[in-house]
């Protein structure tokens, strides 16, 4: 979308158009930087239009623009997660984990910035966002598991697996992306039947999904 | 230290006494609130002083005292990790995580406050805090397994245990501390092999650990 940069004065946009070409300008930017180092100066020149453009369709400024742009973001990276419900368990994992990496590679700093907070325009609500990717990506491997109502055993499992690879993504960018993409995508993969396998031992909901789920893999 | 409340008018405190006491007071009220539902009133009732007196000690008012208390929380937390480098680790892995979920327990809902940042005070020097008790604990664990140079994969994996152990932990809180602590510190030990295992299986440095050190748990 950065061509628009060049062309701004020859094509009139819709005002959802504008406003998503807006949303891209800001989360390439953030992409690069952090929140508190973005101006909407720099969105204005990033996207081709003039500062108060902006402030017309983010009339809250830059708080209500770095919301909008990590609810885009989180709606993005929802979708990572839709995989049908086919065929083995673990290669259903691999394929969404291979989405999500991809996610991660592209946004890069921007990324970190979204996950690790302490930003100046960290608020309540932009966590509640992150979190709420959080809770999403749960139910997702939940549902894949085919579970309606995990107990707490499981239900911890698969939250600090979640974590797990977050932090993960999170060294993967500070390490400049090593190890490459998909030793790390099948790491991580052989971590969640490693920890599940672990859970099994205290927990019979578990043992029962190992047992059913995750050891057809081969079937 | 609430005793302190009742008696205020009766001690001379030194000048550290009076800051301990005062960062007591606000650990404590940070342990069952969130930060930004505590004023500096509420502290200098806690501690029984004067409001002006908290002011005297932190003249930057809360955001200063919010990070004071931080620090000394950081500190208690790390002194979790002093273990000493005898016997098998496995056992030694266990005591640390004793001494850490007593804490988390005692803080509780001060600890998450403490982890999920998100607070109208959150700023990246209190980010900066928690990081450093992150890394603190890496290197804690990567001394404890006798490695001085751990290569990209092991710290990598030793990173995202110490991430997944603070998810349980707030998990944990979430969730009426349930399981019990005991099967909760039993379970995040054996996740710790279970993933040590299988970064072993990628990583000859790893898995020279895990057949040297890990396997002497029953020697």
Redesign the interface.
């Known amino acids: 979308m950065s061509a628009a940069a060049s062309t701004p004065a020859y094509r009139r946009l819709s005002v959802e158009e504008r406003r998503a070409q807006l949303l891209d300008a800001a989360l390439s930017l953030f992409a690069h930087r952090a929140p508190e180092e973005v101006s909407l100066d720099d969105v204005a020149e990033a996207a081709g239009v003039s500062r108060p453009l902006v402030y017309r369709y983010f009339p809250g400024g830059k708080q209500q623009l770095y919301e909008a742009a990590l609810r885009s973001a989180a709606e993005e990276l929802r979708h990572c997660f839709d995989e049908p419900h086919d065929g083995p368990l673990l290669p259903r994992l691999a394929r969404a984990l291979d989405r999500y990496l991809a996610f991660v590679d592209e946004h890069d700093a921007g990324f970190t910035a979204l996950l ?5 325009v ?3 609500r ?3 966002i992150v979190d709420g990717v959080r809770r999403a990506a749960a139910e997702h491997i939940l549902s894949h598991l085919g579970v309606r109502e995990p107990g ?2 499981l ?2 499992t698969v ?6 690879v ?3 993504s999170l ?2 960018l500070d ?1 400049d992306k ?2 490459p993409v998909g ?1 790390l995508r099948d ?1 991580l993969v ?2 969640f039947t ?2 599940m ?3 099994a ?2 927990d019979p909901q578990t043992a029962a999904l190992v047992e059913q789920v995750l050891s057809a893999r081969d079937g």
């Open positions: 690790q907070g302490g930003s100046v960290e608020t309540s932009t966590t509640a707490p055993r239900r911890m939250r600090m697996w979640i974590t797990a977050e932090a993960a060294i993967w390490e090593q190890p030793e790491w052989e971590q490693a920890v396998a672990v859970t031992g205290r």
